[in-house]
């Protein structure tokens, strides 16, 4: 295991230049505190987790000290921004550190968020708040342990520097982790300023670094944008599978990796709506939970259309039709395996969507709905479930079919068990959980926020004495308001 100063730098970004990204020092936050770590994002690194202990930890992360071989960057990119497109974004309120080669040759972008303003900053502080930076810290790690592709989160730095936005709030640093940092912003940027000698030197960079094996095929353009749409494709199932909403699906907050990325006003639901909001800001429902498989599918779009001066448009169209086919058949499995089924059926379809009907506007909390599911057998688990449905009769007849289909794949109750708690949850971030933590953090206890993270980096497993974390959210937690504010 390494310690902080043997750490090494490889800024293959930076290296793209000045028309890429702008050089920026981090301003530094007062009197840094460690608010929590994560070991196992430490691990990507090699870190020594008790390095985390030092305040030379705190220091980088706030801005007080930088390695010698970091190279401080804010890259620029745009976006369409709830649909309109805004010309010029950028990391207004982050910094691409560097590139840190780990003993694997892996790369990871260290990049500071609330690290200061930059001249993407447009009229903002470029700092981040506690509240969002807990956050963000908990989801990433959160579904990192739920096996859906995220960025890494490796830490929380707190301070007493004031931030004023609604109230007056501290202001904190996250340190976030990914293999790339490239939004589908970056390539609509160059596209619309018509820098194409940019806009390809930004796809060779990308396909060099992310994706080498596209460069072995006839057109290594139309292959790279058929394996972002095809991760896409996967990273949506699994939001929808699980109940995730981002909240702000802008191109400017989409991956080329197709990972769950830049984490704002998220939730996973608790009672079952296909129509929830998480975001209090999007008035016109656009990034709904039912929403955001058509929305991936238009960002995808987006990005196939700053990619036309290197792939034909009807390549493009043609690899975008596989996308709807794609979602459903990632989805359509997940579901499968989450109600246990070990064979896949023509009817299977049928029976999620009645499932999912049911629930909707009966309160069903959707989570725990299939963790119970699988902790008794099939007709003692439908029993005890049954109340919490509106429809009943609607109920008694799913559960006769749903009976009458695990029963094809005829396995013993304890097997049945393991198999659905290793891909249910027992333990899912709800927002009150986080609201909670927030809270206590906020008067400078951070004992909530690191439990939190221990519990929910074991989200499958049993763990005596923390079932208070497994709980339905009481009325209050059903109800939050999440803004798009850090």
Known sequence: MKKLDELQFDNRFARLGDA???EVLPEPIAEPRLVVASPAAMALLDLDP???DSQVFAELFAGHKLWSEAEPRAMVYSGHQFGVYNPRLGDGRGLLLGEVVNDAGEHWDLHLKGAG????????????????SIREFLASEHLHALGIPTSRALCVTGSSSPVYRETRETGAMLLRLARSHVRFGHFEYFYYTRQHEQLEALGRHVLECHFPECLEQEQPWASFFREVLERNAELIALW???????GVMNTDNMSILGITFDYGPYAFLDDFDANHICNHSDDGGRYSFSNQVPIAHWNLAALAQALTPFVEVEALRETLNLFLPLYQAHYLDLMRRRLGFTSA?????????????????????YNQFFRRLGTDAAEAALRKLREDFVDLAGFDAWAADYQARAALDGDDQDSRRARMHAVNPKYVL????AQRAIEAAQQGDYAEVRQLHAVLSRPFDEQPGMERYAERPPEWGKHLEISCSS
């Open 240 to 246: 929808q599978a699980y109940g995730f909403c981002h």
């Open 430 to 433: 709800r927002n009150y959980l």
């Open 50 to 52: 008790a390095e985390a």
């Open 345 to 365: 059926l023509d009817q299977d379809e049928a029976l999620v969507q009645r499932l999912l009907q049911l629930m909707q506007g009966s309160a069903v909390d």
């Open 117 to 132: 303003q930059t001249p993407y900053s447009r009229m903002g502080d470029g700092r981040a708040v506690l509240r969002s």
């Open 20 to 22: 890429f990204s702008t």
